[in-house]
Structure formats: C-alpha cells, structure tokens
C-alpha cells in the first residue's frame, strides 16, 4: 500500500514537472567523454532557460574540463551556460543544427564563439515549402557553409508527415540543392527523414550522396537500417530510442556497428526515459548513451570512445 502511495505520489510530481516545463535531474557523468551530435541549443534556452540554472546544486555533475568556454559560465550568458552543464557530465562536444537562414547564421556564429559547438546549416524540409524565394535562402546557406566552423549541412531532407503533397516538390529542390552544397564544400550531410525512407535513398541514389551522411534521428527499423549501413551512412539514435513503444528502434541499433553509430539529443524535444515529456537538453545523452549500451550489449566506456571517434570523422576535430 505504502509503495503505491509513494508511487502514485511520483507520478504526480513528474506531471507537476512537464506542467512547469523543468528539466529532469543530472544523471551519472559518463567516465569517457561523448559528443550530442544534434542540438538546438537557441531553441532550448529561449523557451525553457538554461537546464539546471546552478549546477553546483546537482550532485551529479562534475567541474567541466578544459574545452574553450566550459568553465563556470557568467549569468548573463545561457549558451555558455548549457554547454558547461553537458560537459559536467561527460559530454564535452555539440553540434548546433540550423533549420532556417536565421537560425543557420546564428549557429555559425555561436560555433565560432565557443570551443565546444560545432555548427550545421540548412533549410529544414518543412521549411522549404513555405519560402517566398528558395533559391534566395539557399544562396544564404551556400554561404554560411563556407565558414571554418560550420561542418555540416543539415538538417535537410523529406517529411512526409507534417508537409502533404503540395509542398513535396520544394522539399525535393531544396533536399537536392543541399546534397549538391554538401558536395561543394566538403561537409557531412544530415539528414531529417520522416515517413519518407524510401525518398530520401532515391534522391540520394539520383544525386550521389557526399562521403558523409547523417541519419539525424533515426525513425526506421533494422531492414532500413542495413540498407543505410551498407551503404555506409551514420546513424544517430535520439532518446526515442529508449521509448516502452520503439522496439524497431532497438533493433536499428542492434544491427548499426559502434563505427557507424553517434548519438544525440535534438533537444529540447525526444527526453530520454524516464523523463519523456520533460525538457531535453545535452546533458541527458548519458541516458541515451547507457541505454543502448545495455541494449546492444557493449561496454559503456568502449560505446562512448566509438561515438567520439565517428563524431570526430563526420564533423572533424573540435
């Protein structure tokens, strides 16, 4: 009876919590360091704030060691702030993705303001359709891709979810016209993929793909899986892998080798378990990063210097 209150009692607090829209608890800090290979780090702090404002006050963190900017971060700055809060519990490195022309210049910039981020630009599918001049805003993108910095184009792609038929031939444009970016400048591409598995590997197949390809947020199961990693593609896991309902997630994971396979948060969106619903920011990963270790039965120190290594190939060196 005891343990049902206590239960019950539970459950309540972390409705109370996704009301009030707090971040989860630290968790454990990863003894080998890791890298978030998707982040929207302006989109995290200016709807919910800096995750765990004072991390002195969390008994999980650790001090942040020695990446540029990973210290004890003034007040006035949430970027730096975020970035010190991850690195307290082991990941050290992000990758800060653009979705539109003013987010894509403000991740260039923020990438070349601190050590840590690395930066992607693009024009995300979804946002495709709705441009008044594509080509304008891919001009942007071309250029903001020149920039030292800047090591990914991305997250570009096919939705086939939230964009319906009308809006389809302007996400192929624009999915093709960033391939042919990604190609020109030697970057990673990353890839968002909705509901259009099948597409995106026709385009790819149709353009020819850049030697770097990013499964940003892996949504297929173990069959498509074999067909990206054959291919020899990245897949990154975010927490809905660690969802009661993903087991064809698990089993993508399960058939992905650790050379092919990075991990990261998308956040504030897809909270690992058991915190779904909650803020997502980048220093929940170990969350992610343990769970599939357990998942796929790899040793937990070995699963984070393989996702390091892959990040640093993709995106290279920090």
């Not at 995300?124 to 993108?141: C, K, Q, S, V």
Request: charged fraction near 25%.
């Amino acid at each position: 009876m005891l343990a049902a209150m206590s239960e019950q009692t539970e459950t309540r607090k972390q409705r109370a919590a996704r009301r009030a829209g707090e971040f989860p608890p630290a968790p454990e800090a990863l003894a080998v360091p890791v890298l978030d290979s998707h982040t929207h780090l302006d989109i995290t702090v200016s709807e919910y704030g800096v995750p765990l404002r004072s991390a002195r006050s969390e008994p999980g963190l650790r001090a942040p060691q020695s990446r540029a900017n990973s210290g004890s971060a003034p007040a006035d700055d949430p970027v730096a702030a975020a970035i010190a809060v991850a690195a307290g519990v082991g990941v050290d490195r992000l990758v800060q993705v653009g979705v539109d022309v003013e987010s894509s210049r403000w991740s260039a910039d923020v990438a070349e303001r601190y050590g840590a981020v690395l930066a992607t630009v693009a024009l995300h599918p979804n946002e495709a359709p709705r441009l008044a001049d594509l080509d304008e805003a891919l001009r942007e993108i071309e250029a903001l891709a020149g920039r030292s910095r800047v090591r990914g184009i991305g997250e570009t792609g096919m939705d086939f979810f939230r964009t319906g038929d009308e809006g389809r031939a302007a996400q192929e444009a624009s999915f093709r016209a960033h391939i042919a970016i990604a190609k020109r400048h030697g970057k990673a591409l990353v890839i968002h993929d909705r509901d259009a598995h099948a597409d995106v590997l026709r385009i790819l197949d149709d353009e020819g793909a850049p030697d770097t390809v990013v499964l940003h947020c892996f949504s297929g199961d173990a069959d498509f899986a074999r067909e990206c990693v054959r291919r020899g593609y990245l897949l990154s896991f975010a927490g809905t892998v660690t969802f009661g309902s993903a087991t064809a997630l698990r089993e993508a994971a399960a058939v992905t080798p650790p050379g092919q396979l990075l991990v990261e948060t998308d956040a504030p969106y897809l909270t690992p378990m058991p915190h779904r619903g909650r803020p997502n920011a980048s220093y929940l990963i170990p969350l992610t990063v343990r769970f599939l270790a357990e998942t796929t039965g790899t040793d937990l120190d070995e699963l984070c210097a393989a996702i390091s290594a892959t990040g640093e190939r993709a995106f290279g060196p920090w």
